[in-house]
């Protein structure tokens, strides 16, 4: 299905090769076999692509080598980006509750059904995200009927109150117990940071708002945004075009085309100075830090050379942050590094959990190394190892026909060349040290930074305020104007 030449198996970064360690690091690393030089040449197979009579992008990839489908439908639009600012979370809402019946299917009955075709149905809106999408899978033998399901749980949602109600009570729940994890406090605090005004900031609804919402606001939602216009329809595995194309038509004949159209708020911009943010969790026995600041969109030039920049910074266990904040300092079990890019800029964020008391050398490793690359080219090793790794976790998914479905798709949302993935592989290998130096320095700024912690504020804020005046807050979200007394 994909024409692929190297010898993959010896590439860093494949299964049973051992990347080597930065000059940081005291631990030994052997390889145990040859590294081939070959650099990946691939052919990705080009889907068979056709337009709707309602304007529904198709995108068909065959794949006949297991009895199997995955099919994804991006609803571009529909995601938690554009929630009304006094209803966050209703897109999440709305996405989720597709599946608790249709006109003709009880919840109970959905479920059931989906079980007994040992199929898979799920749809999500996530926040900050531009898209709703329904993702189903199941055998080639009855396709016909579990994508005939997914049909109607898109088409005709009822939004059932009595099962609104129920879904309510789980999520103030979850807003309960997401006050509890380190993780979200950083951050909810961090996208506040990095987003301002921009509606990315907001990554939690509150108990508020979830209270306000009703049948009639998502079906309204639902009318509004579930447009055929502005989606993506991708399916994978043993189906033949020819056939299903067809059946699209009659299939999805009453999915009307809309006047809807997507447009996205204005991008969000870099912050100007520098910033530190504390979350106060007295109990906290370790430190939670994130930094980072607002970057690329996916369509950017730049994509690729900061890939490989961040392999090198923070992008596994065998970059420079894990091995000098874990390896060699002992500090942590992980930390990394990593970047959003989108439709609209992302953040590149740095971070990882640190014991209490070294959160003031954690902070001094993390910017040394934010400094050195940015201030030092990085070796000739060390970027080959890194570059062979990237190529080789992508050539290791084009097994996968459902991640090359995601690969066609996300050519389309992101208008990439039709030759993108073809060429992916020889763009990375042909990243140079003054590329990965020239990224470092454009978007890791330490003097623009957004740092955020979460943890003692009576141990840690005089460490912090190295950096700059520290906002403080509770776990709840509030700014707290006292200062915490040390214990």
């Known amino acids: 299905m994909v024409f692929v030449q190297a010898c993959l198996q010896q590439l860093p970064g494949a299964p049973g090769s051992a990347p080597e360690a930065g000059p940081s690091?005291?631990?030994?690393?052997?390889?145990?076999?040859?590294?081939?030089?070959?650099?990946?040449?691939v052919k990705l197979p080009a889907p068979v692509e056709a337009t709707l009579a309602n304007g529904l992008t198709v995108l068909i990839l065959e794949d006949h080598r297991l009895p199997t489908v995955s099919m994804r439908l991006h609803l571009g639009g529909a995601g938690g980006l554009y929630d009304p600012a006094h209803l966050p979370g209703l897109a999440g809402v709305t996405a989720e509750m597709l599946l608790e019946g249709t006109k003709s299917r009880a919840s109970r009955k959905v479920a059931e059904e989906v079980e007994s075709l040992g199929a898979h149905l799920a749809a999500s809106a996530r926040f900050g995200g531009d898209a709703a999408a329904i993702n189903a899978s199941g055998l080639s033998d009855n396709f016909d009927e579990w994508f005939a399901l997914a049909a109607d749980v898109l088409l005709h949602p009822v939004f059932p109150a009595e099962?609104?109600?129920?879904?309510?009570?789980?999520?103030?729940?979850?807003l309960r117990q997401q006050r509890a994890s380190p993780s979200f406090l950083s951050g909810e605090r961090f996208n506040r940071a990095v987003f301002g005004s921009h509606p990315a900031a907001v990554v939690s609804s509150t108990a508020e708002a979830i209270d306000a919402l009703t049948p009639a606001q998502l079906a309204q939602w639902h009318r509004d945004r579930y447009a055929p216009q502005n989606a993506i329809l991708g399916i994978a595995g043993?189906?033949?075009?020819?056939?299903?194309?067809?059946?699209?038509?009659?299939?999805?004949?009453?999915?009307?085309?809309?006047?809807a159209k997507e447009s996205l708020p204005a991008a969000p911009a870099p912050a100007k100075t520098r910033k530190v943010y504390l979350v106060d969790r007295p109990n906290s026995i370790?430190?939670?830090?994130?930094?980072?600041?607002?970057?690329?969109d996916r369509a950017h030039p730049d994509y690729i050379p900061m890939t490989i920049m961040n392999r090198i910074l923070g992008g596994g266990s065998a970059a420079r942050l894990f091995l000098n904040l874990r390896e060699e300092k002992g500090y942590t079990y992980g930390v990394y590094s990593s970047f959003a890019a989108l439709r609209y800029p992302g953040p590149w964020r740095a971070g990882g959990d640190v014991r209490t008391e070294v959160t003031g050398g954690a902070m001094k490793e993390f910017?040394?190394?934010?400094?050195?690359?940015?201030?030092?080219?990085?070796?000739?090793r060390e970027l080959e190892?890194?570059?062979?790794?990237?190529?080789?976790?992508?050539?290791?998914?084009?097994?996968?026909?459902?991640?090359?479905?995601?690969?066609?798709?996300?050519?389309?949302?992101?208008?990439?060349?039709?030759?993108?993935?073809?060429?992916?592989?020889?763009?990375?290998?042909?990243?140079?040290?003054?590329?990965?130096?020239?990224?470092?320095?454009?978007?890791?700024?330490?003097?623009?930074?957004?740092?955020?912690?979460?943890?003692?504020?009576?141990?840690?804020?005089?460490?912090l305020e190295k950096y700059g005046p520290v906002e403080l807050f509770d776990t709840e979200g509030r700014a707290i104007k006292a200062v915490p007394s040390p214990s």
């Not at 056939?243 to 006047?259: H, M, T």
């Not at 370790?286 to 690329?296: E, F, R, S, Y």
């Open 367 to 380: 910017f040394y190394e934010l400094r050195r690359i940015r201030e030092e080219k990085v070796s000739g």
């Open 25 to 41: 690091s005291k631990v030994e690393r052997k390889y145990l076999a040859p590294v081939s030089k070959d650099v990946l040449r």
């Open 385 to 463: 190892d890194a570059k062979r790794s990237v190529v080789a976790g992508f050539a290791l998914s084009l097994e996968q026909p459902a991640q090359l479905l995601e690969f066609a798709i996300a050519r389309k949302i992101y208008g990439l060349p039709a030759d993108y993935w073809d060429n992916y592989p020889e763009k990375v290998m042909a990243v140079t040290a003054d590329e990965v130096q020239r990224v470092a320095r454009k978007y890791l700024d330490t003097e623009t930074v957004q740092i955020v912690a979460v943890g003692n504020a009576g141990k840690i804020r005089a460490e």
């Open 163 to 174: 099962e609104l109600e129920r879904l309510k009570q789980r999520l103030k729940t979850q």
């Open 286 to 296: 370790q430190t939670t830090l994130v930094m980072g600041n607002i970057a690329l």
């Open 238 to 259: 043993d189906v033949r075009a020819a056939d299903v194309i067809p059946k699209l038509n009659r299939w999805l004949a009453g999915w009307r085309r809309s006047e």
